[in-house]
């Protein structure tokens, strides 16, 4: 949703102000479940390999 947000008002702000939301709101969030999408990763990879 907020980076719906975000690409909606891109217009509205410079790269370099639309690159500080995006680190300061949305990549908290994503990187804050990385450790869900981890285990995944890993169990896909096994599955693979057999």
């Known amino acids: 949703m907020k980076l719906g947000i975000l690409r909606h008002l891109r217009q509205f702000f410079s790269p370099l ?3 500080t939301l995006y680190k300061g709101l949305i990549r908290p969030c994503m990187e804050d479940s990385s ?3 981890w285990n995944q ?3 896909i990879s096994s599955i ?3």
């Open 35 to 37: 450790h869900v999408w």
């Open 17 to 19: 102000q639309l690159l």
């Open 41 to 43: 990763k890993l169990f």
């Open 48 to 50: 693979l390999l057999l």
